[in-house]
């Protein structure tokens, strides 16, 4: 879809979090803030994100706006997968910007490319603190019967000055899809990253963790460092819950050892 093309049901959120942490949002259509959690304690907040729709199709647009000012520790995550559905023609699209000047954790939970979608999924960011993603993307659904044999999906995860990454996920493409050098017949790509404005402490370490982890783990994938301030994560897999199990493992190293911070996870994870 166009840039300047109108959306067909259009969606933004806003969130803002200060302080010691609290959270104001704003949105528009059907996109919200379910709810505000502090398991943790008053420091960090966990904010529940929404979109009872329960997906997209062809010409949906949602947008979220986070920003998180200095000394807060935001955790954003969903209750459920998104789902981006077939789409006759138009794009649909999420597209995530994130202004981190204290420290975000964006942590959806998987991604679902339905068979015949065309979809686009955006996080961009401007990272002045420190910043913790994943994605977990599932294409198709073959136990259903519907694998993923048409469609398209744009995957852009973009740190300002730091990260670029691009992916455009074609079903058609069989060199993509299955060659040695693509996805190799997997259906499932996971990613999780730290980074952060300065150098990373004692980032050799987490990444000879991460790299145990994922040996452990028996999948596909690898870990690297860059500059000193970004720890990427990459795994492939041909099902979600070895990959979800790995990069959840991962995440609560990394939040330990770099942040001091417990391997706690969210509580609608579990539900």
């Known amino acids: 879809m166009p840039a300047d093309a109108p959306a067909r049901w259009p969606a933004r959120l806003r969130l803002q979090a200060s302080g010691a942490t609290s959270v104001h ?9 379910l709810k505000t959690l502090y398991p943790e304690g ?19 647009r949602l947008t979220i706006e986070i920003d998180v000012a200095a000394g807060a520790h935001l955790l954003v995550t969903t209750p459920a997968a998104t789902r981006f559905y077939r789409s006759a023609q138009l794009e649909a699209v999420q597209e995530v910007r994130a202004q981190v000047a ?11 490319a339905y068979r015949g979608c065309r979809a686009r999924n955006q996080l961009q960011v401007s ?40 992916a455009r996920i074609r079903a058609e ?27 990373i402490e004692a980032a050799e370490s987490l990444l000879l963790h991460a790299r145990g982890q994922l040996q452990a783990s028996g999948l596909r994938g690898g870990a690297t460092l860059l500059h000193g301030r970004l720890l990427l994560l990459r795994v492939l897999a041909a099902d ?13 190293l990394w939040r ?13 994870w579990g539900t």
């Open 25 to 33: 949002a704003a949105h528009e259509g059907p996109l919200r803030l």
């Open 42 to 60: 008053p420091q960090i907040a966990h904010a529940v994100v929404v979109h009872p729709p329960g997906g997209l199709v062809g010409g949906d």
């Open 102 to 112: 204290g420290r975000l954790e964006w942590l959806p939970q998987e991604t679902l």
């Open 127 to 166: 990272l002045q603190g420190q910043l913790m993603a994943s994605e977990l993307l599932a294409l198709g659904l073959p136990e259903a019967g519907e694998p993923f044999d048409q469609g398209e999906m744009l995957q852009h995860l973009e740190i300002d000055g730091l990260w670029l990454d691009r």
């Open 173 to 199: 493409d069989e060199a993509l899809m299955r060659g040695p050098c693509g996805l190799a017949g997997a259906r499932v790509m996971g990613t999780l990253l730290l980074a952060q404005a300065g150098p």
């Open 240 to 252: 979600l819950e070895p990959a979800t199990a790995l990069l959840r493992a991962v995440r609560g």
């Open 256 to 268: 330990r050892l770099a942040w001091g911070v417990a391997e706690h996870e969210p509580r609608i």
